[in-house]
Each structure stands twice: as structure tokens, then as C-alpha cells.
């Protein structure tokens, strides 16, 4: 949620990304994938304003990719999103 702030903010955008690299790393460590997936999604769309595209897909394609069922899940519908050309 924080994460999402911040970068709602555009007022500091190392904090905003710090804040969602800590999410995904904590998501990581207790093996949340739903958690890790928004985490990601969140991140990948911060570097997709950014310019920075490629970067996004290359975080949140293989976390997206995990899920094999579920693609109605809201979280999976704006990851899809993200990845999208």
C-alpha cells in the first residue's frame, strides 16, 4: 500500500521504489505468491511510466507465469495489463 502511494505521489520515486522492492523481497521470503504478484505488478507498472518497459516484463512475466490457473483473479487481470504490448 505504501508502495502504491508513493508512487501515486510522483514526489519521490527511490522511496516509492525502495518500498516495493522491500515488498517483493518480504513476499519472497514467506512465499506468498499472490503478494509477490502485486508487489511485482506495482513495481512493473512504476518502471513502465518510467520508460523502462522491458524491465517490467522481465520482473513480472515469470511471477505471472506461476499462476496456471486463476487468470480471473483481479491481480492477475491488471498483471496482464502490464504485460501487455
Do not use: H
Not at 16 to 42: M, N, P
Not at 47 to 66: E, F, H, N
Amino acid at each position: 500500500m505504501k508502495g502504491a502511494v508513493l508512487c501515486g505521489s510522483g514526489d519521490n520515486d527511490a522511496a516509492a521504489e525502495a518500498v516495493l522492492r522491500q515488498a517483493i523481497d518480504v513476499a519472497r521470503q514467506q512465499s506468498a505468491k499472490l503478494f509477490e504478484l502485486q508487489a511485482c505488478t506495482g513495481l512493473a507498472r512504476f518502471w513502465s511510466r518510467q520508460g523502462r518497459p522491458a524491465d517490467a516484463r522481465t520482473l513480472l512475466g515469470p511471477v505471472y507465469a506461476w499462476f496456471a490457473e486463476g487468470s480471473t483473479l483481479p491481480g492477475l487481470r491488471e498483471a496482464r495489463e502490464v504485460l501487455a504490448p
